[in-house]
């Protein structure tokens, strides 16, 4: 795979880089993005149903049964070649900054540490009354099927009904995660947007931010987003392909 050379030598030269991810990071470890054609999990379920605080409160057990059935999957599920690229590269620069829309761990468990989840997390549930954590017990439950019901435990303090940590449509993002999030796009020189299709604001934002600020911005994704025509490079192809040969062209470009 060839890149071109000002890309490289921006890369190598670069002292702070922010690494954005969305779905399709996680596509390749088998896990569902949201808006491709056919797969994406928002042409099969409605997501006024399952991603709003009214869709929960309207049917808690089909609402928890459903994030309980993508965590399963989670579980089950191994970083792919894309996220282990993705913990190298933090090695390799002064600093990295991994931003997520992803409820998943998969960054975490190649290696990454201090991931912000712009989005929230499967695995960080809490109570819907008053907002205190709920631990899962360990192991992997029963999975159930794809929109099957699941009544949601109940928060031990004060017998709330426990709901998935993740941000569901008109609720707001985290502040601490978003400041994170902003002020890392305002200062870093490389910006990296992968697998995002750059539609759900205010995250979308965040490439914008860091090119208005003069950071080049790279992009990877198979196919054309929002984000084409802002973006300085659009490498299209697969994370999982894409991110190793690049850290595989980094050192060549050394002279
Ligand atoms: P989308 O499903 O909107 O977009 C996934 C993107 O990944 C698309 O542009 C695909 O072309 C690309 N893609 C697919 N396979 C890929 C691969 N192997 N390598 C690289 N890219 C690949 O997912 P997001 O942009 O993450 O919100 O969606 C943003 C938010 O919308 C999600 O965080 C979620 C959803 O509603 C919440 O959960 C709050």
Redesign the pocket.
Known sequence: MDFNDDLLKTLLHAKHIVVF?????S??SGIA????AGT???EQYD?CVL?SPQGYRADKALVWGWYEWRRMQVLRAEP?A?HLAVAELAKRVERLTLIT???DDLHERSGNTDVVH???SLHSPRCFACARPYAFPDGIPNEPAGGRRLTPPHCQHCKGPIRPG????GEMLSEAAWKQAEQAASQCDVFFS???????WP??QLPVTAAAKGATVIQ????A?ALDSKAHFNLR??????MPALLDALPLAVS
Do not use: C, Y
């Not at 993005?33 to 491709?36: N, V």
């Not at 992968?194 to 759900?200: E, K, M, Q, R, Y």
């Open positions: 991810t969305g779905a399709g990071m596509a390749e993005t949201f808006r491709d994406g999990l928002w997501p991603a792919n894309g829309q992803n409820v712009l989005h929230g993740v941000v569901w449509f992968i697998g995002t299709s750059s539609l759900v995250a979308a990877i994704n198979p196919g987003t192809g697969k994370a999982g392909e894409i």
